[in-house]
């Protein structure tokens, strides 16, 4: 069974609109993180969003916030006022375990268009 | 921020030969480094686990002959593809896992391999 799901494989959005892009997760283990990365183009992975397992209020980064719901295993990434140069590849991620040496597990992706 | 960077960012080489790609965390410590590979439109792969000082864990799949890694100090590790071949054609992209806080893996902007 996948452990991150991300079942959009494309989203539209018009500048300046709010987007939701949808992330489910399968663990057993009670502490575990959740993160998101864009990859723009370039290819580089720009870390935007942590959310942990324990954390009781949903993240929230400038125009970016995640939606953590642990009884449904969703960690939904919302952007706010969508720019132009939002255009790029999201990635949801999971670290299982406490420990900071565990690889992240990645998710398929979703790509993100905002036109003007 | 912790910086790592990856040297060469693309490379192109003929069937058969050797391919070196550097991972360095420039300003700090990094005890455990993780090779990822992504393949076009793809999500990121883990292949290994790389800690200083000791033989790389590798991700079922991934053959350890053909992918040499070596983690010989706490700002480097090296990626070898020995003997490549155009089906390893691809992004390989390390991560750094730094001390403290919640983000503690940092990508480097990665290596285009292109085996002619």
């Known amino acids: 069974a996948q452990k991150i799901t991300q079942t959009q494989p494309g989203m539209f959005v018009q500048e300046k609109e709010a987007v939701t892009l949808d992330c489910t997760y399968d663990t057993s283990d009670q502490s575990y993180g959740l993160f998101w990365y864009k990859q723009p183009s370039s290819g580089e992975m720009i870390f935007l969003i942590y959310?942990?397992?324990?954390?009781?209020q949903n993240a929230t980064e400038g125009r970016y916030s995640l939606n953590f719901q642990k009884a449904r295993k969703s960690a939904n990434l919302v952007i706010s006022a969508s720019q132009l140069g939002d255009s790029a590849m999201y990635f949801c991620a999971m670290r299982e375990g406490i420990s900071a040496g565990t690889a992240l597990i990645f998710g398929k992706g979703t790509t993100l268009s905002v036109s003007s | 921020g912790a910086v790592v960077s990856q040297h060469p960012s693309w490379v192109i080489c003929k069937s058969g030969t050797s391919v070196k790609i550097e991972c360095r965390s420039l300003?700090?410590?990094?005890?455990?480094m993780f090779w990822y590979r992504q393949f076009p439109k793809q999500s990121l792969m883990l292949m290994a686990t790389?800690?200083?000082?000791?033989?790389?864990?590798?991700e079922q799949g991934v053959e350890k002959d053909k992918f040499l890694i070596n983690h010989a100090s706490l700002t480097l590790s090296t990626l070898t593809v020995t003997s490549a071949h155009p089906e390893d054609s691809s992004f390989y992209i390390c991560s750094a896992r730094s001390w403290g806080g919640y983000n503690e893996q940092f990508f480097g902007p990665g290596t285009r391999l292109t085996v002619l």
């Open positions: 790389s800690n200083e000082g000791s033989k790389a864990t590798y």
């Open positions: 300003d700090f410590q990094a005890t455990t």
């Open positions: 959310q942990g397992s324990y954390d009781e």
